[in-house]
Structure formats: C-alpha cells, structure tokens
T-cell receptor, first 111, second 114 residues
Framework: DAKTTQPTSMDCAEGRAANLPCNHSTISGNEYVYWYRQIHSQGPQYIIHGLKNNETNEMASLIITEDRKSSTLILPHATLRDTAVYYC????????????FGQGTILTVHP | GAGVSQSPRYKVAKRGQDVALRCDPISGHVSLFWYQQALGQGPEFLTYFQNEAQLDKSGLPSDRFFAERPEGSVSTLKIQRTQQEDSAVYLCASRIPGGTGELFFGEGSRLTVL
C-alpha cells in the first residue's frame, strides 16, 4: 500500500472549515484513500473514503486531485469535538482490509 | 451489541505475568483485526481473522503474543510473560466482508506493565 504524508499539526477556529491535506504520490490505480480520526482515549473512527471522485457524507468531504497524488479532507464547520488526530490511509481495494496508519495530523479546534 | 466491545478497558500487570484481552465484534462481522498503539503513535497492525481462521499474523511482535477466535465471534489476544515494552493500547476492529468497507474499532484495552 502507498505511503502518505500529512502535516504533524493544524489549528482551526470553531465554525470555520478545516482543510486537512494528504500527499500520496505513489498511489496506484486500484488504491483507495481512507480517512479516520481518533479522539483522545477512543478508538479510531471512520470518516470517509474515495477512489478518484470527490466524496461527501454527513461528516466531511473528500477532494482527490485529478492525478490522485494528493487529497484534502474538509470538515465544513469545525466544532470543538472535532479536535482529534486525523489519519490519511491508502489501501488497495482488493486487499482484505488491513490499514497501515501513519502519524496523522493533530487537529486542534479553538473557540 | 451496537459496537465493538473490548475488555478490560484498563489492565495493570507485573512484568512476567500473562494477560488476556477480549474483543466482542459487531454481530455478523466476519473480519476481525487486532492493532497495538504505543503512546503518541498510530495504531500498528497485529493480526487478522476471517471467521475463525487467522489469515495474517505478520504483525505479532514475538511468540509471546497469541490470538484466537475459536468460534468465529469473540476473540482473545493473549500476551505471555509480559514485558514493559508491551505497554500500549490494544485495539480491536471488525468489518463485514469485502475490500473497501470501513473498520469499526472498539475503545481499546490499555495495558500497563510495571
């Protein structure tokens, strides 16, 4: 599975959009981009995933560049409860589901 | 239950003791994963089950670590002769079959070895 690169930390004001970038320049054609987050003292929580088209659900939007070498997770109206570590993971669609987590981005939402 | 349940939530062991950590996955989820998360690090894969079959145990750090899922539902991660470096949060996750579905994680079992 391709490796990902994320900033170590980011800040965001409450109510504003949080845009979390992820580079995955070695991604291959059948690999998906997944985002999970982990709030302190909890297990990771699935947010969203995509292959090449942009995706949106009730939690977030995922924008994948046309060359698929990078993506951005957008939390449209961040709240204090969105403070967490956000993990960008690339995984092959045919693999059984093993996820390889990196260090992630620590997002801090300020009042 | 509604989610993945893990017990105990907290375990303190003296070095050399054996420990057993339990995972009760979401009903109907045939895929089950164990991860280890050291302080300040992302989760690291330990092992994977599909029903009762352990299909991948490449992440188990030593032969002191053993996992089982005898009836294809509840799973137990056993650590023998615990060492201080085993101190971590042990996370269990489950999923329906298929390559692209989301993993549902439990809250983890925090093991501290003194």
């Amino acid at each position: 599975d391709a490796k990902t690169t994320q900033p170590t930390s980011m800040d965001c004001a409450e109510g504003r959009a949080a845009n979390l970038p992820c580079n995955h320049s070695t991604i291959s054609g059948n690999e998906y981009v997944y985002w999970y987050r982990q709030i302190h003292s909890q297990g990771p929580q699935y947010i969203i995933h995509g292959l090449k088209n942009n995706e949106t659900n009730e939690m977030a939007s995922l924008i994948i560049t046309e060359d698929r070498k990078s993506s951005t997770l957008i939390l449209p109206h961040a709240t204090l409860r969105d403070t967490a570590v956000y993990y960008c993971i690339v995984k092959g669609g045919t693999s059984y589901g093993k996820l390889t987590f990196g260090q992630g981005t620590i997002l801090t939402v300020h009042p | 239950g509604a989610g993945v349940s893990q017990s105990p939530r907290y375990k303190v062991a003296k070095r050399g003791q054996d420990v057993a950590l339990r995972c009760d996955p979401i009903s109907g989820h045939v895929s089950l994963f164990w991860y280890q998360q050291a302080l300040g690090q992302g989760p690291e894969f330990l092992t994977y089950f599909q029903n009762e079959a352990q299909l991948d145990k490449s992440g188990l750090p030593s032969d002191r670590f053993f996992a089982e899922r005898p009836e294809g539902s509840v799973s137990t991660l056993k650590i023998q002769r615990t060492q201080q470096e085993d101190s971590a949060v042990y996370l269990c996750a489950s999923r329906i079959p298929g390559g692209t579905g989301e993993l549902f994680f439990g809250e983890g079992s925090r093991l501290t070895v003194l």
